[in-house]
């Protein structure tokens, strides 16, 4: 009885909250719908609502365990600045944004989860040019610099991150909705260079693929992807918390 008793106790204070912080941001928003698709000849369907949507269900999930922040919890417009100057003010330990992928390949199909390093991956350059339009425009030249200088510090904290989460992810989804684990990637997302910390992007599934984007609408399917992001988490954060980056 007494080992019970402190087995779970050790559970509880694994699950406690440990002060680190989340931020949570979901894909595009307002006049910016991201991907889009229609279903069925007549519902469009928009990558901001159901990013929204998966993002809610992993702050409910990660509330237990850490303090947890969205960057929009309604439907509006955010530039990728604003965002990043969020993970500033409630000085998030990591950033997690949510997005949903697009091709005109409409057979692709599949998850995949970016962190922020230079590569040569043609196919992950079309993917950037899509999640880095922002109504701000260009890139600056700062920003580029700032870009190289947040990879340098990093990059190894955001892989490890990126491939914590995306394996828990892939356990819970690949067999069970028989989705496609595209893997783990470098890429150069802008929003994830001007957060300057540890940051991941994740792609959950295809909406322009007419078989995934059901899956991807499905609650079933997001509950067990919001419930791999939160596995993730908390198995990153079980090593001592490392010396601040900047
Ligand atoms: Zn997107």
Redesign the pocket.
Same mark, same amino acid.
């Given at each position: 009885m007494a080992k019970k008793l402190l087995l779970l106790l050790i559970t509880l204070t694994s699950l406690t909250v440990h002060g680190q912080v989340i931020l949570i941001d979901p894909? /595009?928003g307002g006049e910016d719908c991201?991907?889009s698709t229609v279903l069925d000849k007549k519902q469009k369907i928009c990558?901001k609502d159901i990013?929204l949507t998966i993002s809610q269900r992993i702050q409910k999930k990660l509330s237990p365990h850490f303090k947890v922040y969205l960057t929009r919890s309604i439907d509006r417009d955010l530039s990728l600045h604003d965002r990043a100057r969020q993970a500033d003010l409630v000085k998030a330990d990591v950033f997690i944004s949510v /997005?949903?992928n697009s091709s005109a390949h409409v057979r692709s199909h599949g998850f995949e989860t970016f962190y922020l390093n230079n590569h040569q991956n043609a196919a992950v350059k079309r993917i950037e040019e899509?999640?880095n339009r922002d109504s701000t425009g260009e890139m600056t030249i700062v920003d580029k610099i700032l870009t190289d200088l947040v990879i340098e510090r990093t990059a190894p904290r955001s892989k490890r991150l990126a491939e914590l989460i995306h394996s828990e992810i892939s356990t819970r989804v690949q067999k069970p909705f028989k989705i496609n684990d595209r893997g783990v990637k470098p890429a150069l997302f802008f929003v994830l260079a001007l957060t300057k910390r540890p940051a991941i992007l994740l792609e959950a599934g295809f909406i322009s693929n007419d078989k995934e984007v059901h899956k991807v609408l499905a609650e079933d399917f997001q509950e067990a992807y919001a419930d791999g992001v939160v596995k993730g988490l908390i198995e990153y954060f079980k090593q001592a918390p490392p010396p601040p980056l900047f």
């Open positions: 894909g /595009h991201g991907a990558e990013a /997005h949903i899509i999640e």
